[in-house]
């Protein structure tokens, strides 16, 4: 594919994304645009449609398993099934952290036409921003920012200060479930960064799978990587990726909720240290 036919896919993926995302062009306000039907015209409303998707899913994932192949080949298959299945309803969700900015690069060989969107929690790392702002750079993507309902200020007005430290799961909620919420339910599939190896709550992660919360197919084409395997990649590939890494914070969120972690702990254990909760619930 030459790289103007690239750029016009990405710009029509972003497009396509942006309209689910923000509707009338209000991201915080719009209704979410109409899903199509997944899967040759099943109905997926119904729920028998529902039951023959997540077998289907559940099969791919099993014979792509079964494939044996490598990270990357399987990673590849899994991105180039969805997108055959499933655009121009397939979106990337994008943290900027490491494993995101290598798919974003997968991506841009094998399915440029998959939109890209983040969630702008509006608590993200300076250094996260300008993240996004090299791979638009280096890749010609559009990422849309999902914006929750109300600005930190408003947030704050309406809850008190830093809910963050007294309520994290219902901070979660508020900036970052509903807004992905919002985004998924203009969408067929999403494809997420998880691995099994990032932590217990992940360790069953298939390729590919029907999420039940979300009401959509989710492919999640790292599942089986190693850190390793990740970091191979993006050195031999020259993929950006954010500086926070090599500053001791392997997992990404927002600033607040998101330490340093010390050699020998948990990649997670950076993660809304001193409380329980270790996902925000957006992964099962
Ligand atoms: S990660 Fe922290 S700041 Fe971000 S939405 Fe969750 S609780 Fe709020």
């Known amino acids: 594919m ?5 750029e016009a896919t990405r710009a029509e993926a972003g497009g396509a994304v942006e309209a689910a995302a923000t509707g009338a062009g209000d991201p915080v306000d719009s209704a979410p645009s109409p899903r199509a039907p997944a899967g040759g015209g099943s109905d997926r409303g119904a729920t028998g449609g529902v039951i023959v998707e997540e077998a289907d899913l559940a099969e791919q994932s099993r014979l792509l398993t079964e494939e044996g192949a490598g990270p990357l080949a399987q990673a590849e298959a899994v991105v180039a099934w969805l ?19 290598l798919l974003v690069d997968l991506l841009s060989r094998v399915a440029p036409a998959v939109g890209v969107f983040y969630l702008d929690t509006q608590l993200l790392f300076p250094e996260t921003y300008a993240t996004r702002d090299r791979l638009v750079e280096r890749y010609g993507i559009h990422p849309v920012a999902v914006r929750p309902r109300q600005t930190v200020e408003e947030q704050a007005e309406a809850l ?7 309520d994290p799961d219902l ?3 508020l900036r970052k479930v509903e807004p ?11 494809i997420t960064g998880v691995r099994r190896e990032q932590g217990p709550t992940r360790a069953r992660t298939p390729l590919l ?3 039940r919360r979300f009401g959509l197919a989710k492919g999640n084409p790292l599942a089986a990587w190693t850190a390793r395997d990740v970091w191979r990649y993006v050195h031999d590939q020259d993929v950006p990726y954010n500086p926070l890494h090599d500053r ?3 997992s990404l ?16 254990a950076g993660r809304w240290s001193g409380f329980a909760k270790t996902e925000c619930g957006l992964h099962g």
């Open 2 to 6: 030459s790289p103007e036919t690239r």
């Open 83 to 101: 997108a055959a299945r499933y655009l121009p309803g397939v979106v990337l969700a994008c943290g900027f952290g490491v494993e995101d900015c």
């Open 160 to 166: 008190g200060p830093a809910l963050w430290g007294r």
């Open 171 to 173: 901070c979660c909620r």
């Open 180 to 190: 992905l919420t919002r985004i998924l339910s203009g969408q067929r599939a999403w």
């Open 209 to 211: 799978e029907w999420d």
């Open 248 to 250: 001791g914070y392997p």
């Open 253 to 268: 969120g927002c600033w607040p909720c998101t330490r340093a972690v010390r050699a020998g702990e948990d990649p997670r």
